[in-house]
């Protein structure tokens, strides 16, 4: 069965960093890109960035408005993927889902997704 | 950036009623499309992909069309299961997601 599952969220102060990961299994994680998906509370779901398979060199993409404080990483012998967040901001405030995408063959939709973890940037 | 425009932003429908959403992307995408249905504090669940592929388990009543600028998700008869938030998604750049449909009984 393919699974995703994320941890580390929790209460952080504006201007801290913190580090999400998402625990991968049941299927070739070198071979697929991951995404992270953020939806803040009421809210609809905003694209926070990928990274690449490793085949496309595990290249990193973001959303502008975490671009410079967010980083993606992805350890692909242990199959976990990570979003480092720095200087973060009340706006961050959401829950964070890690998601599978599709090939190009299947037009890049995103197939498998995790439970969430919530982040809460706050004071 | 490419902006996605979907509409309605609320429906309201019974059991058994053909419901449509549209989704109109401010340029080509060509069929780099994925619509979603989301349940409260729940994720998102895949049901379209490239624009009209109807994912592995999702049931056939469900039906998306279109290419380049516009597309639609149909759902041919609602069933009670089927009151949720609806997203679309565009794929062709860095990915981007309209604002949602909620469908309310």
């Known amino acids: 069965e393919v699974q995703l599952v994320e941890s580390g969220g929790t209460l952080v102060q504006p201007g801290r960093s913190l580090r999400l990961s998402c625990i991968t299994s049941?299927?070739?994680?070198?071979?697929?890109?991951l995404s992270w998906v953020r939806q803040a509370p009421g809210k609809g779901l905003d694209w926070v960035g990928f990274?690449?398979?490793?085949?496309?060199?595990?290249?990193?993409e973001y959303a502008a408005s975490v671009k410079g404080r967010f980083t993606i990483s992805r350890d692909n012998s242990k199959s976990i993927v990570y979003l480092q967040m720095n200087s973060l901001k009340t706006e961050d405030t959401a829950v964070y889902y890690c998601?599978?995408?599709?090939?190009?063959?299947?037009?890049?939709?995103?197939?498998?997704w995790g439970q969430g973890t919530t982040v809460t940037v706050s004071s | 950036d490419i902006q996605l425009t979907q509409s309605p932003s609320f429906l309201s429908a019974s059991v058994g009623d053909k419901v449509t959403v549209t989704c109109r992307a401010s340029?080509?995408?060509?069929?780099?499309l994925a619509w979603y249905q989301q349940k409260p504090g729940k994720a998102p669940k895949l049901l379209i992909y490239?624009?009209?592929t109807l994912q592995s388990g999702v049931p056939s009543r469900f039906s998306g069309s279109g290419s380049g600028t516009d597309f639609t998700l149909t759902i041919s008869s609602l069933q009670s299961e089927d009151f949720a938030t609806y997203y679309c998604?565009?794929?062709?750049?860095?990915?981007?997601f309209g604002g949602g449909t909620k469908v309310e009984i």
């Open positions: 998601c599978r995408r599709l090939p190009l063959s299947r037009g890049y939709g995103m197939d498998v």
């Open positions: 049941g299927f070739n994680f070198r071979d697929h890109t």
């Open positions: 990274i690449k398979s490793e085949p496309y060199g595990g290249t990193t």
């Open positions: 340029q080509g995408i060509s069929s780099y």
């Open positions: 490239a624009a009209s």
């Open positions: 998604q565009q794929l062709n750049s860095n990915p981007q």
